[in-house]
């Protein structure tokens, strides 16, 4: 775990020429304001931008105000609570589906591929209602030109993670685009899980008093990723925590202890999973800092390059709010478990602030810790 402190960077303002070339004296009279462009994009806008996708503010506002209105008729309702998948009853059972898409770029980066995500991204996503993975399905979306070797290996891994997971592939689906209408491969899987008996872990079950538990070090994945596709070298490697986590939520719920809500902070890191709980459940969110398992090639790369770990994806990491009288229970069973060995109490629930997260800082200060806008790194998953 890294001491580093201040991770988030002050923002500057950067004004950039539209044109090649179009270099422009900003104090003088003749600078034109429509030939400058912004490095984050705008929440206000026509289209869809890549931060739609980032899992910040705008990916909420288009659910909120595009999807939700859409599906539910027109009526205008609000997001309200939204969890990683659906529970619903049937036939006495209660039972998880989920679905979810993966675009990340490069297919294959330090730790793992497109494959591997596909699988436990899916598979995390059910184990944090406190599901059993059943069975998944899996589509691929292939661009015309794509190399068939290449596409074998993303099979092969794809493959491999769900026999690791112990989840049986029970059907798919396969479709072509012209070349240049896609980006080679894109892979959608769908999961259906059993619910546990007792199980009932939401954002808005969030209580003050509750203890915030992390199960690994965050923002590996998002880096490891970006180290890849920008061939960055760091003094140590930074390898994707891809991984399934059922196996870890169920000892978890062993326990008995009163977990409240389970969430993977995936696109928008912590710092969006952390935002989202407060909202839904209208409790004020703080952590410490210097608490939050960060690993230094990881803080450091961030140091280097300006970017915020708490805001970085991750892929194999969760993160538990547990009623405080069993919290001890919950961190020492996730420390005996391999996929929990570097888990950390990282902070508390409160009646304070409702909605915002804030964070201790290493000098004694706070700060707010904000819903990412965009995205910092696009096509991470």
């Not at 199980?199 to 923002?219: F, M």
């Not at 891809?242 to 995936?266: E, F």
Request: aromatic share 4%.
């Amino acid at each position: 775990m890294s001491d580093t402190i201040g991770y988030r960077p002050q923002a500057s303002a950067q004004v950039r020429g539209a044109r090649a070339g179009a270099a422009q004296d900003i104090g003088s009279d003749t600078v034109d304001p429509a030939l400058w462009t912004c490095p984050v994009p705008l929440v206000d806008g026509s289209t869809v931008v890549m931060g739609h996708g980032g899992g910040g503010a705008m990916t909420a506002e288009l659910v909120e105000h595009l999807f939700l209105p859409a599906f539910r008729g027109g009526s205008g309702e609000g997001a309200g609570e939204l969890a990683d998948a659906a529970v619903l009853e049937v036939g006495g059972c209660r039972l998880a589906f989920t679905t979810d898409s993966f675009v990340v770029r490069p297919l294959f980066f330090p730790g793992g591929s497109i494959g591997d995500l596909a699988v436990n991204g899916t598979v995390n996503d059910l184990a944090m209602v406190g599901a059993r993975p059943l069975c998944l399905s899996t589509a691929f979306i292939l661009e015309e030109g794509t190399d068939l070797m290449e596409l074998g290996r993303v099979a092969d891994a794809l493959g491999a993670a769900a026999r690791a997971a112990g989840v049986p592939l029970v059907t798919g689906d396969t479709k072509v685009v012209d070349a240049g209408h896609g980006d080679g491969i894109y892979v959608n899987t769908t999961g259906l899980g059993l619910v546990a008996q007792g199980a009932d872990y939401r954002p808005g079950r969030a209580r003050p008093g509750d203890v915030v538990l992390v199960s690994g070090a965050v923002g590996a994945h998002g880096m490891a990723v970006l180290s890849c596709r920008e061939g960055l070298e760091f003094d140590a490697d930074v390898h994707s925590d891809t991984r399934p986590l059922h196996a870890l939520v169920a000892v978890m719920g062993r326990t008995g202890a009163d977990i409240h809500t389970l969430r993977d902070p995936t696109r928008g890191g912590l710092a969006a999973t952390l935002n989202e709980i407060a909202r839904d459940a209208s409790v004020g969110i703080s952590i410490r800092e210097r608490d939050v398992p960060v690993a230094d090639a990881v803080a450091d790369a961030c140091n280097i390059l300006g970017l915020d770990p708490f805001a970085i994806a991750n892929e194999g990491v969760l993160v538990a709010l547990v009623a405080a009288e069993g919290a001890d229970r919950v961190l020492a069973a996730m420390r005996a478990h391999p996929d929990g060995r570097e888990a950390a109490a990282i902070g508390v629930v409160s009646a304070e602030n409702p909605g915002v997260v804030t964070a201790r800082t290493g000098l004694g200060g706070s700060r707010v810790v904000d819903l990412p806008t965009g995205t910092e790194l696009p096509r991470i998953c």
